[in-house]
């Protein structure tokens, strides 16, 4: 099990800025490549960006959906055992429950969201003034 678990959403105004953690307690969030879906309603859940695990032959490679490119960054503090998503400059369109998830494997391989093992409780990230 892959207990997972985000925070941080909530309410902001368009061009605005907001950081999702996501956490996993008793877990080395770094053993794994851990991506970030969203879900707005009435919508297919998609692939917003991924990190890659750094242990061993992983390089912690970061990629993103084209529509957050240069606006939305993610990063690891293993320290912390934390994967944030920073959004900025944000659009009403970004509206939606955010989502980290693993597929328990090292590397991100740009799968869809069926492909993946465990998942958090979701968090709302609204945009709108």
């Known amino acids: 099990q892959v207990p997972l678990e985000e925070s941080g959403g909530g309410l902001v105004q368009p061009g605005g800025s907001l950081r999702l953690s996501c956490t996993a307690s008793g877990f080395t969030l770094d053993y794994y490549a851990i991506a970030w879906f969203r879900q707005a309603p009435g919508k297919e859940r998609e692939a917003v960006s991924c990190i890659s695990s750094t242990i061993g032959n992983s390089d912690g490679r970061p990629n993103y959906a084209d529509s957050v490119r240069g606006r939305f960054t993610v990063s690891r503090d293993n320290a912390k055992n934390t994967v944030y998503l920073q959004m900025d400059s944000l659009k009403p369109e970004d509206t939606a429950v955010y989502y980290c998830?693993?597929?328990?494997?090292?590397?991100?391989?740009?799968?869809?969201?069926?492909?993946?093992?465990?998942w958090g409780q979701g968090t709302q990230v609204t945009v709108s003034s």
């Open positions: 998830a693993t597929e328990t494997l090292s590397n991100c391989r740009g799968s869809k969201w069926y492909s993946y093992d465990y």
